[in-house]
């Protein structure tokens, strides 16, 4: 019998592309990770901007904790159905097409939130005209702007999986999806830089307006530079054969409906559910905690919001590499992922006591938060990879994107609760932080116990007919 080589020995060892003239191994897929980096940063950059104006737009138009609840809820809601909806789109026309669109949509809306307020006191008073319902304008104006900008972000996350599962081995999947939410926290230390000088010089209605020029600027990278890893020029045969040296799969299309009856698609979606309601939490909550708890206002917030998503960038990263490290070293990958899910999991516990230094002890706080939003990174750059290890990879926009519809009702409901929690408790965030701290731990039980062993979806052993479109 002949010796057998592993397929990404074999790949690495195929002759260069003859369009190189310089003999250089072609690593093209690097470059797309460079792009879904760099919308995924503005995409957060766009998202985070009205969560750090948060305590100076509540004082500025009177907006009760309940009504910024609302705010959050809005952007939740209208994400999880963008979700759902970009996922199978993006199945269906491809990320080179559908990706770019989304982006440029969500742009626009970032811009168009400049308008909120006017629109708000439209509305607001056609409310009250029509129904009675007194509402502030301001909370209106956001709560619309907000619905709109998730619906229109919805692409980001099922593009970015996508486009991953399409460009990397799965052995690298891990670690590049650890860049991808690595530009997450990029994107709100952006925000964090942009935001306050820009506000305090032009006014806060500016800096949705630069935020939003942000994604119409990377367009003119996306459409010169992305093309699939087959017809992409710039990427050599051996390139193509390493991306492509796991197992082949079938083309045959498949139905986004058929993909809830697979306990890995519900792994998936419950512990999204979990995990997304605490980050929407960190994202809304955060500023307004270090204001009511320490007092911080927007020209004092900088830094130690900084701190927090500096850190966040470290877990982003070495989640990731630390599955991807270990299945390089030979351990199986459902060793590999949930070792990694657990590490990240006990990182978040420590938040629990976020609440509890006294009002001298501000860096205590700004530490544990870190760390929790460190381990929420590393926890969910491994859990977008379960998608692409346990289904075809013509299925993972649609299971990422129906995980991610079940993810933002999470944090719509959670938003909305804090509101209330805040308001009939007085600002305590003791217990909201205590929830935060066992997430983590029960998403990763309910991923074992639904997928003992991370074993694949036997799509393709359905009965013919049952799941083509």
């Known amino acids: ?69 609302y705010v959050g809820a809005a952007f939740a809601w209208s994400y999880a159905f963008g979700q ?23 742009s626009l809306v970032s811009i168009l939130h400049a308008a909120a307020v006017g629109l708000g006191t439209w509305v607001g008073g056609g409310l009250y005209a029509w129904f009675g319902i007194a509402v502030g304008g301001a909370a209106v104006g956001f709560i619309l702007m907000r619905a709109l900008l998730g619906l ?106 058929a993909l809830l009856t697979y306990r890995q698609t519900w792994a998936f979606a419950i512990a999204k559910f979990i995990t997304d309601a605490m980050w929407w939490f960190y994202m809304v909550w955060f500023a307004n905690f270090l204001y009511d708890r320490y007092g ?13 998503y500096l850190i966040a960038d470290v877990g982003s990263v070495a989640g990731g590499w630390v599955s991807s490290t270990m299945i390089h070293r030979g351990y199986t990958v459902n060793r590999a992922r949930k070792t990694a899910l657990f590490l990240c999991a006990l990182l978040v516990v420590p938040i629990m006591f976020a609440a509890m230094p006294g009002k001298d002890w501000i860096w205590v706080s700004v530490i544990l938060l870190g760390l929790a939003t460190a381990g929420h990174q590393g926890f969910s750059s491994n859990l977008f990879t ?37 308001t009939w408790t007085g600002n305590q965030y003791g217990g909201l932080f205590f929830v935060a701290g ?32």
């Open 1 to 69: 019998a002949m010796p057998t080589t592993a397929p990404s020995a074999t790949a690495e060892a195929l002759p260069l592309s003859p369009a190189d003239p310089t003999g250089r191994r072609t690593r093209y897929r690097w470059v797309i990770l460079g792009l879904i980096f760099a919308g995924t940063t503005i995409n957060y950059v766009d998202r985070h901007v009205l969560n750090i104006l948060g305590p100076y737009l509540q004082n500025l138009y009177s907006i009760s904790k309940i009504e910024w609840g």
């Open 386 to 422: 379960l998608v692409s290890d346990t289904f075809p990879r013509r299925a993972c926009g649609s299971v990422a994107g129906l995980g991610g519809f079940f993810g933002y009702i999470g944090g719509a409901l959670f938003s909305a609760i804090t509101g209330y929690v805040l």
């Open 84 to 106: 759902v909806i970009s996922g199978a789109f993006l199945d269906k026309v491809g990320i080179r097409l559908g990706y770019p669109l989304g982006l440029a949509l969500w």
């Open 152 to 257: 229109t972000e919805g692409p980001n996350f099922p593009a970015a999986t996508k486009t991953l599962s399409e460009w990397f081995p799965k052995k690298e999947r891990a670690l590049a999806m650890g860049w991808v939410n690595a530009g997450t926290n990029i994107g709100i230390l952006i925000a964090l830089l942009i935001v306050e000088p820009i506000t305090s010089r032009f006014g806060w209605q500016w800096a949705f307006v630069v935020s939003g020029a942000l994604g119409l600027f990377w367009l003119t990278f996306w459409i010169p530079l992305y093309r699939r890893p087959a017809d992409h020029p710039r990427v050599s045969p051996a390139e193509l054969a390493y991306i492509n040296s796991d197992r082949a799969e079938p083309a045959t299309p498949i139905r986004w409906r």
């Open 296 to 308: 911080l206002d927007l020209k004092r917030i900088g830094l130690p919001l900084i701190t927090v």
């Open 438 to 469: 066992v997430a983590y731990l029960v998403a990763l039980l309910i991923i074992h116990l639904l997928m003992p062993r991370l074993e694949p979806a036997n799509i393709d052993d359905i009965v013919p007919g049952a799941v083509p479109a």
